[in-house]
């Protein structure tokens, strides 16, 4: 059974600093990778989606990398902004039979300090 | 441009009541999905539908019931609430196997 391990569970960084945030799966046959954001009390937003067969997604200042064999996603944050804060959610698609539902981790609570 | 919608945002009912939860796209993607997000256990899948007529049991499916005899439309009902069924719920679509969108959520508390 898949599982989405996200470490760790809650992050804070002061304003500008550059940071990383990791996302883990045990089983490697995946179809994509989705990046997640959500606000409190809020519904969740799509970052970044990267294709098994890709290996980084960009967008503005965020960079999605996936490294399949190794079951690992990094989401990187480049020049933090308080306004970053909140929940980040990764999630895989299975690959095979299943038709397109998620399994998500529990996600890491970010903080970002002025 | 609206989207993916929910209704009710907000829903306080009963132990034993039915209750349903609607769920709209606008986007005619041919999947749909009713998650719940509770804290210690994130977000777990209830249902899916893969088309119109078409749908399947997710990870946590007793005690809920869906249907889909319209693409853009993926209610889900309680047909008897309960305390566990407190929960945040979440519907979402893609097309196909791709990005999944999600809705604003429906916070449901069963006294």
């Known amino acids: 059974k898949q599982e989405v391990t996200q470490i760790p569970a809650a992050l804070s960084v002061p304003e500008g600093e550059n940071l990383v945030l990791n996302c883990s799966f045990t089983d490697s046959a995946i179809y994509n990778l989705q990046w997640f954001r959500q606000d409190p009390g809020k519904g969740l937003t799509s970052l970044l989606l990267i294709q098994s067969s890709q290996r980084e997604q960009t967008s503005g200042r965020l960079n999605a990398s996936l490294d399949k064999s190794s079951g690992r996603s990094t989401l990187y944050i480049a020049a933090s902004q308080p306004g970053d804060s909140a929940t980040y959610l990764c999630a895989v698609k299975e690959g095979g039979g299943s038709q397109g539902n998620l399994i998500f981790g529990k996600g890491t609570k970010l903080s970002v300090k002025p | 441009d609206a989207g993916i919608t929910q209704s009710p945002r907000y829903k306080i009912t009963e132990t034993g009541r039915q209750v349903t939860l609607m769920c709209h796209q606008t986007?005619?993607?041919?999947?749909m999905f009713w998650y719940r997000q509770d804290l210690g256990h994130g977000l777990r899948l209830i249902y899916y539908?893969?088309?119109?007529?078409?749908?399947d049991k997710g990870e946590v499916p007793d005690g809920y019931v869906v249907s889909r005899s319209k693409t853009e439309n993926f209610p889900l009902t309680l047909e008897s609430a309960t305390r566990s069924q407190t929960s945040v719920y979440f519907c979402?679509?893609?097309?196909?196997?791709?990005?999944?969108?999600f809705g604003p959520g429906t916070r449901l508390t069963v006294t």
């Open positions: 986007w005619s993607h041919s999947y």
């Open positions: 539908s893969a088309a119109a007529d078409i749908t």
């Open positions: 979402a679509s893609s097309a196909m196997r791709d990005e999944q969108y």
